[in-house]
């Protein structure tokens, strides 16, 4: 029976290097060495510790454990073998075989592996050498960022130079999956640090009947702790190469923004030969200026009406009408604020020259306040505005409105809320040579509302408490007939209709109450308004009664939503405005999604549906589609099929659009990111 001994060495005068957690700190501190072996003996000539069976030494945060280990004290070697295992709180390092020098920090690990959590780094090769504080070499090794006896993916090379905090250099690297080589790359480059550093992206590969083939790369570059920018070259095969910049910022604790810019110089287009140059500007700022004067900038700029039928993905994008770009100052007090605003437009299919421009508009506005203790408020709001256009009438506008109301409180049963104002209009400098003019109009408007409720214990046989409310109101508005005819026409406020009419609605409230640990919760799971408007004009004598207004939101469960907002025409019964939502999901990504639209005003009359599917685990499908009803057309349609594992997955989508088809291979790895994809906007613009 082996004896097992246990020996404690302690140093207090002399300095002996130390394996510590982190092992940039190896030989910085002088720590106790804790040694336990089944045998332990100590040559004095040599200054060797010679330990085996069951080895394990620790010193700080290191653990060393083999089956044979010897130490020379002197001149700070370890010799370890059989089941080596080296760990820290950041490495763990295992192997056959290690020798490793405590005062060079330098050392080799045969048939050994190892595993960095910082960088979720998992490295094997025939030979692990460090050679520096953050610096190894691995032959004929393997790395990946996905763990397992058979990792789902990972780069073998026949050499690999890893540095801390930078980057793994490979030659000669063969990508796997699973055990199959897939790829080769004669050298790569893969990041293992936690902080931002500038480099090469992963190149975005796709194709577009459009576009043609993409290949697109970008370099990211770092511009210090608070500002970085990426830099974008795309080539598109069928229209020409394009080039891009954005870049982020983050200026003390109230200041940040991003901005974009994209330009590609067309060589063709749908197979048609042009030679245009386009470009897309974006600047979004949110942030507070000295003084407290607070600075948003929400800017949106393509110099060609095609930018976006032709880069934009989805329908948000491409059938985009017009773009706008606003930038304000403003200044807020107690009671008052001050607002400067600069609104550019630019429409996607008329001729811009037309547009028309706010350069600039200015609002001052004295917020509601109570008149001593009465239940009476004013207010007061101005608002200047410069409208330009390049071809059509110009001028300024200046608007006055004071404002009177009241809240009052009747039998602690019904609120009523009346309102009235006077809105003063002044103009001047009108391009068409017309004398400026001026014209005011009173607004008046009261409403009275109340509410009734009950609460039910354990409805329908459930437990908890629901509680239904009632809350009628009526509104009556009132604007007399003013002759604006001589007053030019810029917006709806140069001409205010007349009004007399009276507005009844009906709001119900479902809210149910669960007790769940002693802690209540609310959910409001259906709420219903109906609404309609009774005319009581001259020119209303034959339909008092105008449209119908039903607006619902039914949330019945945490699984399901409805909710529609639709306006319905009583003389002819048909519904002149339609949007309807439904949907239902589960906690496993499963998900169907119904929508329809209809506003024949508009020209709108579509249906959609969403459609995702995660019960063939691993692979995901998703479908989209949008259907015009109006001309029986489809409008768009994706199909996606994605192939999950734990470290990488690979998506496959096919778009259909009226004019653009393309399909994107989209592959995924934990730790690296995606590669292949599509421009989508070409710079995120």
Request: proline letters at 3%; hydrophobic letters at 35%.
């Amino acid at each position: 029976m082996l004896i097992r001994f246990l020996i404690l060495l302690s140093f207090c005068c002399v300095s002996v290097p130390a394996f510590a957690a982190d092992w940039k700190q190896v030989g910085e501190t002088e720590q106790p060495v804790q040694l336990e072996a089944d045998e332990l003996s100590y040559d004095k000539d040599t200054g060797v510790y010679h330990a085996s069976g069951d080895v394990h030494l620790t010193q700080g945060d290191l653990e060393v454990r083999s089956q044979i280990l010897e130490w020379n004290q002197v001149s700070g070697e370890i010799t370890a073998e059989g089941d080596v295992q080296l760990t820290s709180p950041d490495e763990e390092l295992f192997g056959e075989k290690a020798r490793y020098n405590l005062q060079k920090r330098t050392g080799t690990v045969e048939n050994g592996r190892f595993y960095l959590r910082e960088s979720n780094l998992y490295v094997s090769g025939d030979s692990i050498e460090r050679r520096g504080e953050q610096d190894y070499r691995i032959i004929n090794g393997t790395f990946t960022t996905c763990g397992g006896d058979v990792p789902s993916w990972k780069f073998g090379a026949s050499q690999v130079d890893v540095t801390l905090g930078g980057y793994a250099r490979a030659k000669h690297t063969l990508f796997y999956l699973k055990d199959i080589p897939s790829l080769y790359f004669p050298y790569m480059i893969y990041p293992v640090k936690s902080e931002r550093e500038s480099g090469l992206l992963i190149p975005a590969v796709g194709y577009s009947s459009k576009r043609g083939f993409h290949y697109g790369a970008a370099y990211y570059q770092v511009l210090g702790v608070n500002q970085d920018a990426t830099l974008y070259l795309d080539y598109l095969s069928e229209m020409g190469w394009g080039k891009g910049v954005e870049y982020r910022y983050i200026f003390g604790k109230t200041n940040g923004g991003e901005a974009r810019f994209y330009h590609i110089d067309v060589n063709q287009v749908d197979g048609v030969d042009i030679d245009e140059e386009r470009y897309a500007v974006e600047w979004q700022h949110d942030g507070q200026l000295p003084g407290g004067v607070r600075m948003v900038a929400d800017v949106e700029y393509v110099n060609d009406d095609e930018y976006f039928q032709d880069f934009g993905t989805v329908a948000e994008e491409y059938n985009k009408d017009k773009v706008e770009s606003t930038f304000s100052l403003g200044k807020h007090w107690k009671q008052y604020s001050l607002i400067g605003l600069i609104k550019y437009t630019k429409d996607l299919e008329v001729d811009d020259d037309e547009t028309l421009q706010l350069l600039p508009r200015i609002t001052f506005d004295v917020t509601r306040q109570r008149i001593v203790e009465t239940p009476f408020y004013y207010a007061f709001n101005t608002q200047y505005s410069h409208f330009w256009r390049q071809e059509g009438l110009r001028g300024e506008r200046l608007m006055v409105r004071p404002l009177l109301a009241a809240n009052i409180k009747l039998w602690d049963v019904f609120d009523i809320a009346p309102e009235a104002s006077y809105r003063q209009r002044y103009y001047w400098g009108l391009s068409d040579g017309s004398a400026s003019d001026q014209e005011g109009t009173a607004e008046f408007s009261t409403r009275v509302s109340t509410r009734l409720e009950r609460v039910y214990r354990q409805p329908l046989g459930f437990a908890g408490l629901l509680r239904h409310s009632l809350e009628p109101e009526v509104t009556y508005r009132y604007i007399p007939e003013v002759d604006q005819d001589l007053l030019p026409d810029f917006d709806s406020y140069d001409r205010i209709d007349k009004k007399n009419q009276l507005e009844y609605a009906l709001v119900q409230r479902f809210t149910l109450r669960f007790d769940d640990n002693g802690t209540p919760e609310y959910r409001e799971f259906l709420y219903l308004r109906l609404s309609q408007i009774y005319d009581l004009t001259d020119e209303a004598s034959e339909q008092r009664f105008q449209d119908l207004r039903f607006e619902a939101l039914l949330l019945p469960t945490g699984w399901l939503s409805l909710k529609t907002d639709s306006t319905l025409d009583v003389d002819s019964g048909e519904w002149v405005k339609a949007e309807v939502a439904g949907r239902i999901w589960d906690q496993n990504e499963n998900s169907f999604k119904l929508g329809y639209h209809y506003d024949p005003d508009n020209d709108v009359d579509y249906g959609s549906v969403n459609l995702s599917l995660a019960f063939l685990r691993p692979i995901y499908l998703t479908y989209e589609q949008r259907y015009d009803f109006s001309t029986n057309d489809q409008l768009e349609q994706v199909v996606g099929i994605e192939y999950r594992q734990q470290c990488w997955s690979a998506l496959l989508t096919y778009s259909d659009r009226e004019d653009d088809q393309s399909i994107m291979l989209t592959f995924t790895m934990r730790g690296i990111g995606s590669v292949g994809g599509g421009g989508g906007s070409l710079g995120g613009i």
